[in-house]
């Protein structure tokens, strides 16, 4: 499915008052998951700007152990201190990279700001090497938009 095909589905699921944010956002993380071939683990983390950490939300994918990642740590934690998106192309190259799992190749991270403040961000991950480009970028930055209508 396109990135164009996704956008109106992502805003079907967050359109609907009846379900919880939390279950909205993990149904992104599934419409992602399974409509996107290279998307391999989709999730969000939220941050705890008095504890300087990010908190695992809803994912789609195999579980994680970094369930809190401090500011500043992996690549998480420098989009939670850079505010701005982080596309890695090969993790291995990465000194400052949390390993997920050994099957992980590459990474983008976007910020997803609230009333110009960075509460969080989107997450994913890849199994092949170089997976994200722009486009994925700015379908990203689409579905953070939508996203913070809900807070």
């Not at 152990?65 to 401090?70: A, C, K, R, S, Y």
């Not at 500043?72 to 400052?96: H, M, T």
């Amino acid at each position: 499915m396109t990135f164009q095909e996704l956008k109106p589905k992502v805003q079907d699921i967050l359109h609907h008052t009846e379900i919880l944010r939390e279950d909205k956002l993990l149904q992104i993380c599934h419409l992602l998951l399974d409509n996107i071939d290279y998307y391999d683990w989709v999730g969000f983390y939220f941050a705890n700007h008095e504890e300087k950490t990010l908190h695992l939300g809803p994912y789609a994918g195999e579980p994680t152990d970094h369930t809190v990642i401090p500011f500043g740590k992996g690549i998480c934690g420098q989009v939670a201190v850079s505010n701005e998106n982080f596309v890695v192309p090969d993790v291995k190259a990465q000194d400052n990279y949390i390993a997920c799992s050994f099957t992980v190749k590459s990474e983008i991270v976007v910020p997803l700001f609230v009333d110009g403040k960075n509460i969080g961000q989107i997450d994913i991950d890849s199994n092949i090497i170089d997976a994200f480009t722009e486009a994925d970028e700015r379908f990203l930055e689409f579905v953070n938009e939508e996203i913070a209508k809900l807070f």
